[in-house]
């Protein structure tokens, strides 16, 4: 069992960066690979980048490549989603998952856990 807390969303205005992070609790952290989504108003929640459970391996939505990065950090149980350049069209809430099986797929029904959600609201 894992549970997921995300912080760190706000409102931000157009060019500016943020840094999300989701804590997990449970023993089995370090085995779960860790996805980010978000989800717009009005809209169908999407993918927005993954990473396997060592860390070695991340993907993106074509959307925010280059300038979101995905990390991680197992000994804090902590994946962060480092936010740059932001635009008007990056408002949503933003969700971390957990997937077991560790690879890091750009699936939603991949992923077991879920968190709250955090906002993110970009001005422009």
């Known amino acids: 069992q894992v549970q997921l807390v995300e912080s760190g969303g706000g409102l931000v205005q157009a060019g500016d960066s943020l840094r999300l992070s989701c804590a997990a609790s449970?023993?089995?952290?370090?085995?779960?690979?860790m996805g980010w989504f978000r989800q717009a108003p009005g809209k169908e929640r999407e993918f927005v980048a993954a990473?396997?459970?060592?860390?070695?391996?991340?993907t993106y939505a074509e959307s925010v490549k280059g300038r979101f990065t995905i990390s991680r950090d197992n000994g804090k149980k902590t994946v962060y989603l480092e936010m740059n350049s932001l635009k008007p069209e990056d408002t949503a809430v933003y969700y971390c998952?957990?997937?077991?099986?560790?690879?890091?797929?750009?699936?939603?029904?991949?992923?077991?856990?879920w968190g709250q959600g955090t906002q993110v609201t970009v001005s422009s």
């Open positions: 449970g023993r089995s952290f370090s085995s779960y690979a």
């Open positions: 990473i396997n459970w060592r860390g070695g391996s991340t």
């Open positions: 998952a957990a997937d077991k099986l560790g690879v890091g797929v750009p699936l939603q029904d991949e992923y077991e856990y």
